[in-house]
């Protein structure tokens, strides 16, 4: 047996809440959570319905004790045990995420929820508060696409001044699933996103305008400083915007437009980012997730791949293949968890380390951003500062 093989970290013990049967976000955390070997999913409170959360556990062999129908419940018993978890993924509803993550930080349990992080901005800055009080704890926020060895690579080659001045940043994260009244149907995804009750006031701008904000603020390494924003629910009836489009302003001149709709005929999951700078351009599409063009001025287009070896260390960091062996969305959501049991590590050795994923500052910013677009909308697409 090899020396590595003798000093390999155990797996963190893992926890649930939400995620059962039927639901499609639980199971991509699952596999993200068990692709490293990093983690071993041991508790769940996986639905509030007591013989569901049972049936759901059983499915996935957890042990009956440890199969809870409520999140507090599970939070207390867990805390208590020895072999309690030490880690919680939330991924419940948005309206949902506030209180459950309030039990496990309570509980001393490292966190990762998935986005957005609240349906309130109220709610996410109560939620820095807490954890500002516990320095010992971690959360992570599941913005997965900054987690693409390629999105890694452009966040670095922006940094260190490879395209020069950032001036336009441009995003779009198009997808066309909702554009009939699906919810009507009852179609579980459906209904609770286009349900302000459940999803918050933001539709299409809470679920996929926050990854778009985000990748683009995580590459270019610019935050807006105002915007005008104009949403539209296209499909009558719909109680949510399923379509919004938002000019930004940066404090350095810059410009940006972010454009996220699910009602974009022909489209699947069209995240798209292209940031321009003074020197070069940089161009990355989410459904080619392994190639990002990369634009000199006055030079012909150049085609990078994940597992160059001229790439940014950042991208070898977060790349498990070698190069023309794809990978894509799964192992960019994998990313995330694995960077998270090393800051958990940290954390249970007392070590100080910043940060290695999207984390509860990022969570704010992104309700920063949706209270923001509400507002400009309300006051018709009036300038707002963020």
């Known amino acids: 047996m090899s020396d590595h093989a003798n000093t390999a970290p155990r797996p963190l013990r893992l926890g649930m809440v939400g995620g059962g049967q ?21 508790a769940g409170a996986l639905s509030s319905d007591p013989e569901r959360a049972r049936a759901s556990g059983a499915e996935l062999g957890l042990a009956p004790e440890r199969c809870y ?18 880690v919680v993924a939330i991924v419940t509803p948005n309206h949902l995420h506030h209180a459950v993550a309030c039990a496990f930080i309570e509980a001393g349990i490292h966190v990762v929820c998935d986005k957005p992080l609240t349906t309130t901005l109220a709610d996410a800055l109560d939620l820095q508060s807490r954890l500002a009080a516990r320095p010992a704890q971690r959360f992570a926020l599941t913005h997965n696409y900054s987690a693409y060895p390629l999105m890694r690579a452009a966040r670095a080659m922006v940094a260190s001044g490879q395209l ?47 990854h778009a904000a985000q990748l683009a603020e995580f590459v270019s390494g610019l935050t807006p400083q105002e915007l005008s924003a104009d949403l539209m629910s296209f499909v009558p009836g719909r109680r949510v915007d399923d379509h919004v489009q938002v000019q930004l302003r940066y404090a350095n001149r810059a410009r940006g437009l972010l454009w996220a709709s699910q009602v974009a005929t022909g489209e699947e999951n069209h995240l798209r980012l292209r940031v321009y700078g003074s020197r070069a351009a940089l161009h990355w599409d989410q459904e080619q997730p392994n190639e990002l063009t990369f634009h000199p001025a006055g030079e012909p287009a150049r085609r990078l791949t994940r597992g160059m070896a001229s790439l940014p260390a ?11 062996h794809p990978e894509g969305y799964l192992e960019a959501f994998a990313q995330i968890y694995r960077d998270f049991a090393e800051d958990v590590r940290d954390a249970q050795a007392g070590r100080e380390s910043p940060p290695r994923v999207p984390g509860l500052s990022d969570g704010v910013r992104g309700l920063q951003f949706v209270e923001a677009v509400l507002r400009s909308h309300a006051q018709n697409a009036a300038w707002v500062a963020l």
């Open 22 to 42: 039927g639901a499609f976000i639980g199971g991509v955390h699952r596999i993200a959570a068990r692709l490293d070997g990093q983690y071993q999913l041991v």
């Open 314 to 324: 950042e991208a070898g960091a977060a790349t498990r293949t070698p190069g023309g």
């Open 69 to 86: 129908s409520d999140f507090r419940a599970m939070a207390q018993a867990e805390a208590a045990r020895p072999d309690g978890i030490e």
């Open 164 to 210: 020069g001045e950032v001036r336009i940043v441009q995003v779009e994260y198009a997808q066309d699933w909702l554009a009939e009244p699906l919810e009507a149907t009852g179609q579980k995804q459906a209904s609770w996103r286009t349900d302000p009750a459940l999803a918050g006031p933001a539709g299409a701008l809470g679920d996929i305008g926050t």
